[in-house]
């Protein structure tokens, strides 16, 4: 079974510094993509940010970006002057195949402390 | 411009009760897809339909049945539910041209008792 693995079940971080969420997977698609998902306590999966594997540009969306590292399997959330509202649960997904289907890590508990 | 709904939000059923969950979507996407949460393990596919008409079975089926009724609507039954399957479960669609994100409900609190 193709896998994503995010091996840290919870972190911690000081409101207004940088915190880093790890992810590897496993593929042997060519072309794939890969996402970080934020679930806060509403429960809502909301997208934070995407990167398609044939591009070499790490992907940022504002204080969110990502160290992609295609041939070590690599994809870490870097999350710069953390918020109390980035306080949640994140997800590391890999979508790709024939029927694009999304294969999550079990995800990591992210709490931002005043 | 609602998205992906899901009703219900929440719901309690005794062990052998059976009940369908419901989600559409307004995006006029072609794929669509359900999974289970649990604690711990992430979100795991029950079931998806690429596209109207079909479906296929995901990492964790048993127990499940689904219905692609449109291309708006995909709906999940329990036929007889067990407590292992209480989970909160999400449905999500994808528009299904080359692009992988999905976009997700709300979510139904499911607790089997």
Known sequence: ?114 | NAGVTQTPKFQVLKTGQSMTLQCAQDMNHNSMYWYRQDPGMGLRLIYYSASEGTTDKGEVPNGYNVSRLNKREFSLRLESAAPSQTSVYFCASREGTGNYEQYFGPGTRLTVT
């Open chain 1, 1 to 114: 079974a193709q896998t994503v693995t995010q091996s840290q079940p919870e972190m911690s971080v000081q409101e207004a510094e940088t915190v880093t969420l790890s992810c590897t997977y496993d593929t042997s698609e060519n072309n794939y993509y890969l996402f970080w998902y934020k679930q806060p306590p509403s429960r809502q999966m909301i997208l934070v940010i995407r990167q398609e594997a044939y591009k070499q540009q790490n992907a940022t969306e504002n204080r969110f970006s990502v160290n992609f590292q295609k041939a070590a399997k690599s994809f870490s959330l870097k999350i710069s002057d953390s918020q109390l509202g980035d306080t949640a649960m994140y997800f590391c997904a890999r979508g790709g195949g024939a029927n694009s289907k999304l294969t999550f890590g079990k995800g990591i508990t992210l709490s931002v402390r005043p």
